[in-house]
């Protein structure tokens, strides 16, 4: 087998509901501050919930916003922060050698709600059913609305996979860049999900939604009192490039992507399953060359469920012992919910800053922590130095048992 | 309703739908497609807001009616008064 490209992150642009930018969003995670407010849910009341606050006219006209889908317009502002932050005189690329991939937990769950409940006011006569319908609602409205705006004529397409899709868009991107298909990648993932009152539901019934008094302590992954998820919206694409282009063109490098895992449960519709998740980040590793020990950061994927947090925590057990003495674990839901399809490339951005400032972010708002969550190496509640911080690893797991990981490694040429 | 109101009632939903347009300078008798960016969804938009708005139903074999502001008049003043008159 030939040996395969290095592929490197050569820019960053994202949404969270506590920054509009890399630099406003670490300067958060750092300082404690979530981002979680209340939001009016249909048919459900206020819930907790994390909304972003960017400016969709930033980067769209006002008519592709209102032709639109939320989930277009936060693809469409990620991908030209991305770009702007790579410095990439993308006018003069060659568009069909762009490819854009963007990982979704779940698309057309919003605009199918709207459109039912505005029939419901015109006695459903389907006479009055939009017929911006399809359009929005196909799976790959995000990354096509991201091609139309920026005049993109190479493969744009969305990876549906459940919660572990915003690890998976920067996967796959990887992957068509060693394979040749393109030659600048804008990937990870996008999430629309609090227009649905659906995906609230769904978890209510569960017994899996979180509530508090103070929405800002509502997600509180490890904590004994955790009682669900935050649902929360969101976006992070990444410039990804293979490291001779990149180089060639004297770009700013973020980090280097150094291994991957995604396998399936196949085990159950919701339950997580330890056993698997640990072969993951096995794998991962090792995809990686690497040992447990050169780990240095691990971002969880732990939503604050009861049982999930235990889980995963089994897993990391499993897989780094009794601690490995320079790996520090940390959460980024704990500020932001758990922005679906957007989660992993959120939550791997947030970290990426550590390999420049050797602090880890912590995971906030864990007053009580659960003693079956009490793995070493946890960050809590505030900000701690790092001897080293040479490689990080990002597990997003997710519904019907897929489950990824992946692996980034500070640049060294 | 006169042929003026009628094209109030239009330019209204075409500052709705097309809302990065400037329409303070409008041709009534040039095609709306050549003044302004629409497109055929656009289009289906007028139908659809003049149907929500105003109960009235342009069918399809009648859209080339609604080229432009003066051929909308034309075409949409008689409906708006039928059905006034049906009120």
């Keep these: 087998m030939p040996q395969l490209s290095r592929i490197v992150i050569t820019g960053v642009g994202l949404t969270a509901p506590n920054g509009n930018s890399l630099a406003e969003f670490r300067s958060n995670l750092l300082a404690g501050i979530a981002g979680v407010e209340f939001l009016e849910v249909r048919h459900m009341g206020m819930q907790p ?56 937990t779940e698309h057309g769950n919003v605009e199918t709600e709207n459109e039912v409940h505005a029939l419901s006011k015109f006695n459903n006569d389907v006479k009055f059913w939009s017929h911006y319908h399809n359009p929005r609602t196909v799976a790959n409205n995000p990354a096509g609305e991201t091609s139309l705006n920026l005049g993109v004529t190479g493969p744009a397409y969305t990876i549906g996979a459940a919660c572990a899709a915003g690890n998976l868009g920067v996967i796959h991107a990887a992957q068509m860049l060693r394979l040749g298909e393109v030659d600048f990648a804008l990937c990870g993932g996008v999430s629309e999900s609090i227009g649905t009152f659906g995906i609230f539901a769904g978890f209510k019934s569960q017994g899996a939604l979180a509530s508090h008094p103070d929405p800002k302590k509502a997600s509180r992954p490890f904590d004994l009192a ?33 291994g991957y895992c995604v396998n399936s449960d196949a085990s159950d519709y919701v339950l997580p399953n330890p056993e698997r998740q640990a072969e993951c980040m096995r794998k991962a590793i090792a995809s990686a060359g690497m040992s447990p020990g050169d780990i240095h950061i691990v971002n969880t994927h732990a939503t604050a469920t009861p049982l999930g947090d235990i889980q995963e925590c089994q897993a990391m057990a499993a897989v780094f012992g009794e601690g490995c003495p320079g790996t520090w674990i940390n959460n980024t839901k704990s500020f932001i919910g758990h922005a679906m399809g957007a989660a992993g490339a959120l939550e791997l951005a947030g970290n990426l800053p550590s390999f420049d400032d050797l602090t880890v972010h912590p ?51 | 309703m006169t042929q003026d109101q009628c094209k109030k009632a239009v330019l209204a939903i075409i500052a709705d739908i097309a809302p990065d347009e ?38 399809e074999a009648d859209y080339g009616q609604l080229a432009s502001l003066d051929s909308c008049a034309e075409y949409l003043t008689p409906k708006f008064n039928a059905l006034e008159a049906r009120r």
């Design chain 1, 226 to 258: 955790r009682n669900g998820i935050v649902v929360s919206e969101g976006g992070c694409l990444y410039a990804l490039e293979r490291l001779g282009d990149a180089q060639a063109r004297g770009a700013k490098i973020h980090a280097e992507i150094a």
């Design chain 1, 49 to 104: 919930a994390g909304v972003c606050h960017f400016d969709p006219l930033k980067h769209q006209k006002r008519k592709e916003a209102r032709v639109g889908t939320r989930a277009g317009s936060i693809s469409i502002y990620c991908a030209r922060e991305a770009l702007a932050d790579s410095g990439l005189d993308f006018a003069a690329f060659p568009k069909d050698r762009v490819g854009i991939y963007i990982g979704c």
């Design chain 2, 22 to 59: 400037d329409l303070s300078d409008v041709k009534s008798d040039v095609r709306l497609r050549d003044q302004f960016e629409l497109d055929s969804m656009d289009f289906l938009d007028i139908v659809m807001e003049l149907r929500k708005r105003h109960g009235i139903e342009v069918p």
């Design chain 1, 363 to 413: 995971t906030i708002n864990v007053d009580n922590l659960d003693p079956k969550c009490a793995l070493p190496g946890l960050v809590l509640n505030r900000p701690r130095k790092a001897d080293r911080v040479d490689a990080m690893l990002n597990n997003s797991f997710g519904m019907l048992g897929i489950n990824s990981a992946l692996i980034v490694k500070r640049f060294v040429p």
